[in-house]
C-alpha cells in the first residue's frame, strides 16, 4: 500500500471538484443544503429556450451502472469520490473523457482495482474502525500514461482536421463584434479585419480551431457586459467600452483556461499554454490601431421574464408581460414603494431566487417544479403579494441569481433617480458637525490660506 509520499504525484495536481468544498457535499454538514445556490446559474438565452440536456450523450460509472451526462462530468466524478472512494489526477488533461472511462471500466473487470491504482489511507493515525482507503488513478501507472497518450494524438488528428477544413473553408460568415459589418468567404476576413480596424486580435487565423464556437462564446461576454479581458461586468454598453479602450482591454484574457480548446498548440502537447501563441509576430495585424470606438453597435439583449420564459428586448414590454400575464405590475411597486435602483436590484434577485428554488414568496409554500408554483401563484394572487421589505431588502440580494440576467440592466439606474429628487426638492443635505465651533474656527485652512496671503502683501 503506498503513502501519499511514494506517490510521485503532487496533492495539487489531484483533481478535487469544488462542489466537495460547498455546504452541498453530502461529506461536509449542512444545515439547508437544498435551498443553497451553490454555483452559478443562466437564464436561456433565446425566446422559449431551455437549459435542459436532453440528447446529450452519456457516461457510466467506472464501477457501477449509474450514469452521467458527458456534461455534467463533474456529478459523475463526485460520484465516484463519495460512492467508491476512486480519484483520478488530472482528469482535465484527458483528451477524451467518455473513453477514458469506457477503457477502465472494462479493465477493472478483469483485474481487481489494486492492481492499478495506488492507494491512500486517510486518518492513518485514527482507530482502525475509522481509517479508510481512497484509490488513486492517475498517469504514474504506465498503462495509464499509454492510454491518455492515445487518446491525445486521436484528439490531435481530429482537430487538424477540422483546422484544416476552417482553413479550406470560403463559405463562412459572420459579423464584426464591434461594428456589425457583415463578411463572407474565408474566417481570415473577419478575424483580420477585427485586429486592424479595432485593435483586437486573437492571434493569427491558422492557430485557431472552432471559429464560430469562440466568436459566439466571445460575443456573449459582450452582450453581457462582460470586459474580455479583466472580465470585470459594466451596467451598460457605452460603459465598457470605455472601459476597455482606457484600460487597453482590447483584448481575452491569457488566464481564462476557457479559451484553450480554441488554439491548436493547446493540443499538441499535453498541458500546454496557449499563452505562447502570444509570442508569434502578428505586428502586420496590427496596422492601423485607432482609438475611436464609435462605429460600436448596439446588439439587442432581451430581458427575462421573473415568472416564466418570456423574453423581451426592453423593460417596457417586459413589464406589459407580466402585468397581463403574472398580474405583476413591477413600475407600480416600484412607485409605491419608492425603490431606488439598488432596492430594484435587490427586489429582482430576491424573487429569481425565491422562483428558482420553486418557492412561493407570498405564502413561502414550496412546490415540486416551477410550472405548479407558477399555476399556485396566479390562482392564489400571489404574485404581486411581496413580503416585507426588510425580508428582501438584504445585502445579500445584492448579487444576481443568475449572471446573465439581462433585465437587472434595463432597470432605471440611480442617476435618474437622483435627478427626480432633485426635481422634488427631496435631496437630504446633512450639516457640519458645529458643536465644537470655535476648535473648527481655529484649525480652518482658511485661516492658513489667510495668513499666507497677508504675509505676501
Request: aromatic residues 8%; contains cysteine.
Amino acid at each position: 500500500m503506498a503513502t501519499v509520499a511514494e506517490l510521485g504525484v503532487s496533492v495539487m495536481r489531484i483533481y478535487i471538484p469544488k462542489f466537495l468544498m460547498s455546504a452541498s457535499c453530502p461529506l461536509l454538514p449542512s444545515t439547508d443544503s437544498k435551498d443553497c445556490i451553490l454555483e452559478p446559474l443562466s437564464l436561456p438565452e433565446s425566446p422559449g429556450g431551455t437549459t435542459s440536456l436532453e440528447g446529450s450523450p452519456s457516461v457510466p460509472c467506472i464501477f457501477c451502472e449509474e450514469h452521467f451526462l458527458i456534461d455534467e462530468q463533474d456529478k459523475l466524478l463526485k460520484h465516484m469520490i463519495i460512492e467508491h472512494k476512486t480519484v483520478i489526477a488530472d482528469v482535465k488533461l484527458v483528451a477524451d473523457f467518455q473513453r477514458y472511462i469506457s477503457y477502465w471500466r472494462k479493465r477493472f473487470t478483469e483485474q481487481p482495482i489494486t492492481d492499478f491504482c495506488s492507494v491512500i489511507r486517510i486518518n492513518s493515525t485514527a482507530p482502525f474502525e475509522e481509517q479508510d482507503n481512497y484509490f488513486l488513478l492517475c498517469d504514474v501507472l504506465p498503462e495509464d500514461r499509454i492510454l491518455r497518450e492515445e487518446l491525445q494524438k486521436q484528439r490531435l488528428k481530429q482537430i487538424l482536421e477540422q483546422q484544416q477544413q476552417e482553413r479550406n473553408d470560403d463559405n463562412f460568415q459572420g459579423s464584426c463584434m464591434f461594428c456589425n459589418e457583415e463578411f463572407l468567404g474565408n474566417r481570415s476576413v473577419l478575424l483580420n479585419h477585427m485586429a486592424r480596424e479595432h485593435t483586437f486580435n486573437i492571434g493569427l487565423p491558422d492557430n485557431i480551431v472552432n471559429c464560430n464556437e469562440f466568436l459566439c462564446t466571445l460575443q456573449k461576454k459582450l452582450d453581457n457586459l462582460q470586459c474580455l479581458y479583466c472580465e470585470k461586468t459594466f451596467r451598460d454598453k457605452n460603459t465598457l467600452k470605455d472601459h476597455m479602450r482606457k484600460k487597453q482591454h482590447r483584448k481575452i484574457n491569457p488566464k481564462n483556461r476557457e479559451y484553450d480548446r480554441f488554439y491548436v498548440i493547446n493540443y499538441l502537447e499535453l498541458g500546454k499554454s496557449w499563452e505562447e501563441v502570444q509570442l508569434e509576430d502578428d505586428r502586420e495585424l496590427l496596422d492601423h490601431q485607432e482609438d475611436d470606438w464609435s462605429d460600436w453597435e448596439e446588439h439587442p439583449l432581451s430581458a427575462v421574464c421573473l415568472f416564466c420564459e418570456k423574453q423581451a428586448e426592453t423593460i417596457e414590454k417586459l413589464c406589459v408581460h407580466m402585468e397581463d400575464a403574472h398580474e405583476f405590475d413591477l413600475l407600480k411597486i416600484k412607485s409605491e414603494l419608492g425603490l431606488n435602483f439598488y432596492q430594484q436590484v435587490k427586489l429582482v434577485n430576491f424573487i429569481r431566487r425565491q422562483i428558482h428554488q420553486c418557492r412561493c414568496y407570498g405564502c413561502h409554500e414550496k412546490f415540486k417544479s416551477k410550472a405548479d408554483l407558477r399555476t399556485h401563484m396566479e390562482e392564489a394572487k400571489h404574485t404581486s403579494l411581496l413580503p416585507e421589505r426588510q425580508t428582501w431588502d438584504q445585502p445579500q440580494y445584492y448579487f444576481p441569481t443568475y449572471e446573465n440576467d439581462t433585465l437587472l440592466c434595463t432597470l432605471s439606474d440611480s442617476e435618474s433617480d437622483l435627478t427626480a429628487q432633485e426635481q422634488n426638492g427631496n435631496i437630504a443635505i446633512i450639516s457640519e458637525d458645529t458643536s465644537k465651533l470655535r476648535a473648527l474656527k481655529q484649525s480652518s485652512i482658511l485661516n492658513q490660506l489667510l495668513l499666507h496671503e497677508s504675509l505676501k502683501n
